[in-house]
């Protein structure tokens, strides 16, 4: 045992999970991340995190999946040392009017974006429970809160995300266990990248900043969630949009 603070990323390989996983590793925390499928950004993750010195430990896991979940919790456990941090991240959009949704991809959205915040929190909590501490940072959506046309599923699931979140607050709170929701507007990632340059035009123009948000903005409201500064806020739904969302 080292006395280094340990974190779990969930899709910590690109986009905000990443940013997430090279912030808290910069606060000095061990990481541990998952990701699905893309190696490749993985291993390039481990490389950048090692001017920060502390341990990585880079999981193919799929958040969809419990055993995978509880499986990557023990292994980090026992290869880096008992949880301090919990972040889900991990997460995917499958956006479009709700009369074109595929009952598939209702399916899909819930079972990554909500079911793997469940099975992550689920497999994690109970040890911190036993140390009487810990913290858990779900990343949420501005959807999830104020609900985004072509976006109902995704909103559904982010706003799932809230009551989750919420409600394990108000139960691990007397085990000294925190949990919170980081609710972010628009931000430059692969996620985004997908949007029409007309859309994006568009939604540049209804955030007051003028501008989409940087992967590393989210990341410090993380790195401060999950510090002692933050100590006492549980159950806090906090927004970073750049205007947005007012
Ligand atoms: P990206 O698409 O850039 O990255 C998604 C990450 O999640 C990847 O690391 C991906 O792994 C991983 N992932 C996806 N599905 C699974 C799975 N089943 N199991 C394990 N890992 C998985 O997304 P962003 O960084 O943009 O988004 C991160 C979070 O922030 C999401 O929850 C998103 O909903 C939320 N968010 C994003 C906003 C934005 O504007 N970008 C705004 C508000 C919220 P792999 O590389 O292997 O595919």
Redesign the pocket.
Known sequence: MTGTKIALV?????????AIVLRLAQDGFDVSF?????EG?AAQLVKEARQFGGRMLPVR????RGEEMRAWVARAEEELGPIDAVVT?????RDGPLVLTEEADWDEVMR??LG?VYHLCRAAVFGMMKRRSGCIIT?????GIYGNAAQTTYSAS?AGIIGFTRALAKEVGGRGVRANVVA????D????DKLSERARQRLTEATALGRFGR?EEVAELVAFLASDRAAYMTGSVVEIHGGIAI
Not at 184 to 187: E, K, N, R, S
């Open positions: 969930s899709g910590g390989s690109r986009g905000i999970g990443r998952c990701y699905r499928s893309a950004p896991a799929d958040v969809t991240s991990a997460g995917i959009t990554t974006n793997g990343i949420s959506s501005v959807s982010k972010p507007g628009l931000i990632t692969d996620m985004t992967p």
